[in-house]
């Protein structure tokens, strides 16, 4: 055996540990109520969120696969055609591949995120994020208002450029790949090796820290979701 193919199964086995190292971190919640309005759904190694606003189904992120999503969301009773509006936190393959599942959903992602839509910032070197034609791009600290509800964006960059966070009737705060949850109840900055800049996702996790800490549930894409202590 030549030494180049025994290099090449080196390299590969160590792209192997640390890959089953990175996604042993990961602990997504099973598909399932949490409250009256509000669910998650588990789309293999991912979780996006559902909250129902009177006759408006608001969805936070898609996941990774059309039939895992639909699956799902059915799964908890919830007609996928019952989305109005879709927020991505980030537009990564995992959170935003099953866009086309909500056709007649509004769209909406944080303006710092465009330029990874549209093809002008690639995802890492030479690979890209799949690109959007639709959307309502949001500013830090905009609200948009959905029947009763009201939801506010935290533009929280590091993880992508324009990564954002969505605090709903100042009680649940949705992450994204903002931070990370461990099992003890910690928050974490998400990973070093999957962030584009590991140094401004932990400033956007100090950043949060105050709304964080008053909000009741904070729902992660990959450690699912985790109530705060009663204050």
Known sequence: ???????????????????VALFSSFRPSATQKITDNLYVVRC?????????????????????????????????GISPDSVTHVFL?????????ALNAFKGAKVYLAKAEVPMVTGEIPRRVFVYNNKLSSFNA??????V???????????TPGHTIGSASYLVDNRLLITGDLLRIS?????????????????????????????????????TG??????LPSK
């Open 1 to 19: 055996m030549g030494v180049s193919v025994v290099l090449s199964y080196v390299i590969l086995a160590v792209l192997l540990v640390i890959l």
């Open 44 to 76: 293999i190694f991912v979780n996006f969120y559902a909250y129902v606003v009177g006759t408006d189904t608001i969805i936070f992120d898609t996941g990774i696969s059309e039939n895992f999503a639909k699956r799902g969301l059915k799964k908890l």
């Open 89 to 97: 936190t980030h537009s990564d393959f995992d959170h935003a591949s």
């Open 138 to 143: 949001l500013k830090d600290g905009e609200t």
């Open 145 to 155: 208002k959905i029947g009763n509800s009201e939801i506010k964006v935290y533009v």
């Open 183 to 219: 099992r003890s109840g910690k928050i974490k900055p998400f990973l070093m090796f999957m962030n584009m800049n590991h140094k401004q996702d932990i400033k956007s996790v100090e950043m949060m820290q105050k709304t964080i800490g008053n909000a009741e549930y904070v729902l």
């Open 222 to 227: 990959h450690t699912g979701f985790y109530k």
